[in-house]
């Protein structure tokens, strides 16, 4: 059993940047892939980034690559996500996950609650 808070939500201009964290509960946490999902209203949970075990491998959704790093740090039990050149589109709620290697909300199996990331043009 996981049990995930995101932190570091908020509003910006579009332009700007934000550090999404995740705290894991659990002694297993090293033995998950974590990855990121957000949701705008209206649409369906996406795929943003996603990070292997030990984190030495990192994967991303195209509409972020070069904009947004995943990191995590296995002493701490957290996962980060560091958001850079953020656009309106990206207003959403964002998700922390854990779960087994994939790019699908069907691939985790443990959710944070969300935070909310606004970005104004």
């Known amino acids: 059993q996981v049990q995930l808070v995101e932190s570091g939500g908020g509003s910006v201009q579009a332009g700007g940047s934000l550090r999404l964290s995740c705290a894991a509960s659990?002694?297993?946490?090293?033995?998950?892939?974590m990855g990121w999902f957000r949701q705008a209203p209206g649409k369906e949970r996406e795929y943003v980034a996603r990070i292997s075990c030990s984190g030495d491998n990192t994967y991303y959704a195209e509409s972020v690559k070069g904009r947004f790093t995943i990191s995590r740090d296995n002493d701490k039990n957290t996962v980060s996500l560091q958001m850079n050149s953020l656009k309106p589109e990206g207003t959403a709620v964002y998700y922390c996950?854990?779960?087994?290697?994939?790019?699908?909300?069907?691939?985790?199996?443990?959710w944070g609650q969300g935070t909310q990331v606004t970005v104004s043009s």
């Open positions: 659990g002694r297993t946490f090293s033995s998950y892939v």
């Open positions: 996950a854990a779960g087994r290697f994939g790019r699908t909300t069907s691939d985790y199996a443990y």
